[in-house]
């Protein structure tokens, strides 16, 4: 079975320092994969989808950037911090195009303070 | 702009009750995904609906899609306890195979 994992589950950065969020899917090949932010417990914004390795589509113009080193692995970064990059960080995959049906599958989220 | 407007925003209601909550749209959406949050946990789907006018259930859980595929409602009845937490609707748009967007949610608590 598919499983996906994110870390770390928790962190506090001071503003203008680097972050780096790591996300794994394991159990499939060639997944979509997505960054998702949620504020204040609310709806999700999509910041970064990936269709293949080193293939990265931005939302959102922003302080963060993302990329795939491989094909299952995905990594959300910054090179400085904003106090308004704090938020709740979701990771997810689905097998193919979600058009029709198919399913996104969420990892477990990582809460991100910036001080 | 908000694309996909759900409502109500909170509700709080006892157990036993029944409750509706709405996913609202100008625009239309190729398919319609229902998804329930708990509080510091990721999404977990709870359904698809695609064809207008389509109606799921899930036990206690009633989906609809309407229509002209603008808009969806999620009605449960004789709510539980375990039926608290954030609802969300997502959509796909025709030609946005790759992208999901998320209303707001509707926060729901069921009181003992």
């Known amino acids: 079975s598919q499983t996906i994992h994110q870390w770390p589950a928790t962190l506090v950065q001071p503003v203008g320092s680097p972050l780096s969020l790591e996300c794994t899917v394991e159990g499939t090949s060639n997944p979509n994969l997505y960054w998702y932010r949620q504020a204040a417990g609310r709806g999700l914004q999509l910041l970064f989808y990936s269709v293949g390795i080193g293939q990265i589509s931005s939302e959102v113009p922003q302080n963060l950037s993302a990329s795939r080193p491989q094909d299952r692995q995905f990594i959300l970064s910054s090179k400085k911090l904003l106090l308004s990059d704090s938020g709740f960080y979701l990771c997810?995959?689905?097998?193919?195009?979600?058009?029709?049906?198919?399913?996104?599958?969420f990892g477990e989220g990582s809460w991100l303070t910036v001080v | 702009t908000q694309l996909l407007e759900q409502s109500p925003q909170f509700l709080s209601i006892q157990e036993g009750e029944n409750l509706t909550v709405y996913c609202n749209s100008s625009s239309v959406f190729s398919s319609l995904q229902w998804y329930r949050q708990e509080p510091g946990e990721g999404p977990v789907l709870l359904v698809t609906v695609v064809t207008g006018g389509e109606v799921k259930k899930l036990k206690r859980l009633t989906f609809q899609f309407g229509d002209a595929r603008k808009d969806s409602s999620l009605h449960i009845t004789a709510a539980q306890t375990g039926d608290t937490g954030l609802y969300l609707c997502?959509?796909?748009?025709?030609?946005?195979?790759?992208?999901?967007?998320f209303g707001k949610g509707t926060l729901l608590t069921v009181n003992p």
């Open positions: 997810a995959w689905s097998p193919d195009r979600v058009h029709s049906g198919n399913t996104i599958y």
């Open positions: 997502a959509g796909v748009r025709g030609g946005s195979n790759y992208k999901l967007t």
